[in-house]
């Protein structure tokens, strides 16, 4: 135990991921209601989402934006890569979420028809009723 | 013109999208036209593209926006995708004249937002075989996934419930593809491919589990999104509920893309010392390879329907193209390639005739295909010579793949790969032979009493034309084998296999 805690405290962040995508999978494997099934997908590409701004951030590390970007004053050489969170994964992570919005929203519209054609959103019940 | 060739194969089908939601409500001709018009000019493309890459014999390379590689996104055509480029635009364009009849039919007033999803399909399709950037990937792969829910959806009824669940199948498959690039991007802080390749094969990497991890989780995610057996459970019910375009648009090319993102993240990111030297998989895979392989022939063997038969051989001819990619030698990749433009071609004949029937006889049951030789020759004759293509009866192009994917099998000495091909010939011999029988002699229990005379009632222009292009293609192709193995295959293959 003395080793674990130490490791889970300083990778908390991994670990609020993966706990995160763990309950997702989960919903979207064993729920019977079809709309808790969509709750967990959402959970679960929310936590890809927070693995990737998380290993972005730095220790100590400011916003990536130049204050002094123009003028010839601000050579290259000047810019220190550590002092900066890595920006990169944080856009990456815009158009995820841009996905994540639209596989919500066309889920949605699914659901809503299934609800209109097998009067439920249990899956035991529509498959009760695909059998007769 | 020609050196912008690679971004206009994705650019071309884009913009139509746009276009046909605008003004394709004027009229179903206007619709129809704008997506022909789009899918023969990315295949004018696709075309131009790879006689490029022929012509001087290095790939194409693609900086959008001028930005240079690995800060910017590129394309990247070369001999493997420049082959799978053209399947894909060729059959796009193909179902599109198909649907002509078929998608009007089905979709009333609402066509043109349903060839609206048709182009956007198509070009994530396009975009995830042409891009060079892994994350670019996954962009696109949602594009063509999203749009593939909504047209399956649309065979409305208890299509509702089949495409839910390959929604949440194919999410889980993509989110796992995410999550494993998203441990790439950690250890080498790139996404451009062919700067992964450089930054991943070393000693060090190669020794990393953080890599081993992201490459199991990318692997597991394209094979729950091509329905690998045993994460194949939700595609027989998405794509036997799907009307008749959707269904030939979708069943032949959206497992076949997945197939060649594989092949194309096994060698050009990880490579051939990586995926077959340094993790002890291939063999595990080539023996799942050929349970997809029994199961899926098996499950065919059960189904009385044809769009559900045609659903259970998809699933085993994922497995001859999984198996042989991972067969470790040039033989086996050879045919797995070479088996993605056969199947593909095969797949889209045989959905063709099936949608034709399902027109003719208003049912897709075994029973529908009775008195067919009389009622509709040329249907008959196609699905003649696509059901030769599955069996793998030569000169059809499906003998040839099955020749390469088993001299691959003896050269790896995989037996039971071997064993799986030859069963899954014989089982869907069987099926196809039944279904010509109940074709020939017009009855399902054998109980007929002479044969009432039948009127001819043979599918529409716009449907019989693309279908007889593909049955002889199927024929050419298998034909000129040699050459285009030789001219393009043979160069796809990594070096060290």
Same mark, same amino acid.
């Given at each position: 135990?003395?080793?674990?805690?130490?490791?889970?405290?300083?990778?908390?962040?991994?670990?609020?991921?993966?706990?995160?995508?763990?309950?997702?999978?989960?919903?979207?494997?064993?729920?019977?209601?079809?709309?808790?099934?969509?709750?967990?997908?959402?959970?679960?590409?929310?936590?890809?989402?927070?693995?990737?701004?998380?290993?972005?951030?730095?220790?100590?590390?400011?916003?990536?934006?130049?204050?002094?970007?123009?003028?010839?004053?601000?050579?290259?050489?000047?810019?220190?890569?550590?002092?900066?969170?890595?920006?990169?994964?944080?856009?990456?992570?815009?158009?995820?979420?841009?996905?994540?919005?639209?596989?919500?929203?066309?889920?949605?519209?699914?659901?809503?028809?299934?609800?209109?054609?097998?009067?439920?959103?249990?899956?035991?019940?529509?498959?009760?009723?695909?059998?007769? | 013109?020609?050196?912008?060739?690679?971004?206009?194969?994705?650019?071309?089908?884009?913009?139509?999208?746009?276009?046909?939601?605008?003004?394709?409500?004027?009229?179903?001709?206007?619709?129809?036209?704008?997506?022909?018009?789009?899918?023969?000019?990315?295949?004018?493309?696709?075309?131009?593209?790879?006689?490029?890459?022929?012509?001087?014999?290095?790939?194409?390379?693609?900086?959008?926006?001028?930005?240079?590689?690995?800060?910017?996104?590129?394309?990247?055509?070369?001999?493997?995708?420049?082959?799978?480029?053209?399947?894909?635009?060729?059959?796009?364009?193909?179902?599109?004249?198909?649907?002509?009849?078929?998608?009007?039919?089905?979709?009333?007033?609402?066509?043109?937002?349903?060839?609206?999803?048709?182009?956007?399909?198509?070009?994530?399709?396009?975009?995830?075989?042409?891009?060079?950037?892994?994350?670019?990937?996954?962009?696109?792969?949602?594009?063509?996934?999203?749009?593939?829910?909504?047209?399956?959806?649309?065979?409305?009824?208890?299509?509702?419930?089949?495409?839910?669940?390959?929604?949440?199948?194919?999410?889980?498959?993509?989110?796992?593809?995410?999550?494993?690039?998203?441990?790439?991007?950690?250890?080498?802080?790139?996404?451009?491919?062919?700067?992964?390749?450089?930054?991943?094969?070393?000693?060090?990497?190669?020794?990393?589990?953080?890599?081993?991890?992201?490459?199991?989780?990318?692997?597991?995610?394209?094979?729950?999104?091509?329905?690998?057996?045993?994460?194949?459970?939700?595609?027989?019910?998405?794509?036997?509920?799907?009307?008749?375009?959707?269904?030939?648009?979708?069943?032949?090319?959206?497992?076949?893309?997945?197939?060649?993102?594989?092949?194309?993240?096994?060698?050009?990111?990880?490579?051939?010392?990586?995926?077959?030297?340094?993790?002890?998989?291939?063999?595990?895979?080539? !023996? @799942? /390879?050929? +349970?997809?392989?029994?199961? &899926?022939? %098996?499950?065919?063997?059960?189904?009385?329907? $044809?769009?559900? =038969?045609?659903?259970?051989?998809?699933?085993?001819?994922?497995?001859?193209?999984?198996?042989?990619? !991972? @067969? /470790?030698? +040039?033989?086996?990749?050879? &045919?797995? %390639?070479?088996?993605?433009?056969?199947?593909? $071609?095969?797949? =889209?004949?045989?959905?063709?005739?099936?949608?034709?029937?399902?027109?003719?006889?208003?049912?897709?049951?075994?029973?529908?295909?009775?008195?067919?030789?009389?009622?509709?020759?040329?249907?008959?004759?196609?699905? $003649?010579?696509?059901?030769?293509?599955?069996?793998?009866?030569?000169?059809?192009?499906?003998?040839?793949?099955?020749?390469?994917?088993?001299?691959?099998?003896?050269?790896?000495?995989?037996?039971?790969?071997?064993?799986?091909?030859?069963?899954?010939?014989?089982?869907?011999?069987?099926?196809?032979?039944?279904?010509?029988?109940?074709?020939?002699?017009?009855?399902?229990?054998?109980?007929?009493?002479?044969?009432?005379?039948?009127?001819?009632?043979?599918?529409?222009?716009?449907?019989?034309?693309?279908?007889?292009?593909?049955?002889?293609?199927?024929?050419?192709?298998?034909?000129?084998?040699?050459?285009?193995?030789?001219?393009?295959?043979?160069?796809?293959?990594?070096?060290?296999?």
């Amino acid at each position: 135990m003395d080793t674990i805690i130490p490791y889970v405290i300083a990778k908390y962040n991994y670990w609020a991921a993966i706990i995160l995508l763990l309950i997702g999978l989960y919903g979207m494997i064993a729920k019977n209601n079809l709309m808790k099934k969509i709750i967990g997908m959402s959970i679960f590409q929310t936590s890809i989402i927070l693995f990737y701004v998380s290993i972005g951030e730095k220790k100590g590390a400011a916003i990536p934006i130049l204050i002094h970007g123009h003028g010839a004053e601000t050579a290259q050489a000047a810019i220190d890569p550590a002092a900066f969170a890595n920006p990169l994964p944080h856009v990456l992570m815009l158009t995820a979420i841009v996905v994540g919005v639209s596989t919500l929203g066309v889920a949605l519209a699914i659901l809503q028809k299934i609800q209109r054609f097998h009067n439920t959103i249990e899956e035991d019940e529509i498959l009760e009723g695909m059998q007769e | 013109m020609s050196d912008q060739a690679p971004i206009l194969i994705l650019a071309i089908p884009l913009f139509s999208a746009f276009v046909i939601s605008l003004v394709g409500g004027l009229h179903r001709t206007v619709a129809f036209g704008l997506l022909t018009g789009a899918m023969a000019g990315s295949l004018t493309m696709a075309l131009v593209a790879l006689g490029a890459v022929l012509q001087n014999d290095a790939p194409v390379h693609y900086q959008l926006g001028n930005w240079p590689p690995p800060i910017g996104i590129e394309l990247v055509i070369d001999y493997l995708n420049g082959l799978v480029l053209v399947v894909v635009a060729g059959c796009a364009l193909l179902t599109a004249v198909y649907s002509h009849h078929t998608a009007a039919r089905e979709q009333g007033d609402r066509l043109h937002h349903y060839y609206t999803l048709f182009a956007l399909l198509i070009t994530g399709l396009l975009g995830m075989v042409a891009t060079g950037d892994a994350f670019n990937l996954y962009v696109l792969l949602e594009i063509s996934a999203l749009s593939s829910y909504a047209m399956l959806a649309t065979g409305r009824g208890h299509a509702y419930y089949a495409t839910f669940k390959y929604l949440i199948m194919g999410t889980i498959g993509a989110c796992f593809y995410l999550l494993g690039v998203g441990y790439l991007y950690i250890k080498t802080g790139t996404l451009n491919m062919a700067d992964l390749f450089r930054l991943l094969n070393t000693p060090e990497m190669h020794a990393s589990a953080s890599i081993r991890v992201g490459f199991l989780l990318i692997i597991i995610g394209l094979w729950i999104k091509m329905a690998f057996f045993p994460l194949h459970g939700w595609l027989p019910n998405a794509y036997s509920r799907a009307t008749t375009t959707t269904a030939c648009l979708i069943a032949p090319l959206m497992t076949k893309v997945s197939v060649y993102i594989m092949i194309r993240l096994m060698f050009s990111v990880f490579s051939v010392d990586y995926v077959f030297r340094t993790i002890p998989w291939s063999r595990l895979v080539v !023996w @799942l /390879a050929s +349970a997809a392989i029994i199961a &899926g022939s %098996i499950s065919a063997l059960a189904q009385r329907d $044809l769009k559900r =038969l045609l659903t259970a051989i998809i699933v085993a001819e994922i497995g001859y193209m999984v198996g042989g990619a !991972w @067969l /470790a030698n +040039a033989n086996g990749l050879t &045919g797995a %390639i070479y088996h993605i433009l056969s199947d593909a $071609l095969m797949t =889209l004949c045989l959905f063709m005739t099936v949608g034709a029937i399902i027109l003719r006889t208003g049912s897709s049951s075994f029973s529908a295909v009775e008195n067919l030789c009389r009622k509709m020759p040329v249907t008959a004759a196609v699905f $003649l010579i696509g059901a030769a293509a599955i069996v793998g009866i030569p000169p059809t192009c499906g003998f040839f793949s099955k020749w390469y994917l088993i001299r691959g099998a003896v050269q790896a000495g995989a037996w039971h790969f071997i064993a799986a091909l030859i069963f899954a010939s014989l089982a869907s011999a069987v099926v196809f032979f039944r279904l010509i029988e109940i074709a020939w002699s017009g009855t399902f229990d054998g109980h007929g009493h002479g044969t009432p005379p039948v009127a001819r009632a043979e599918a529409p222009l716009a449907m019989l034309a693309p279908m007889v292009a593909v049955a002889a293609l199927l024929v050419i192709v298998g034909l000129y084998t040699n050459e285009i193995v030789a001219n393009l295959i043979r160069w796809a293959i990594p070096a060290g296999l």
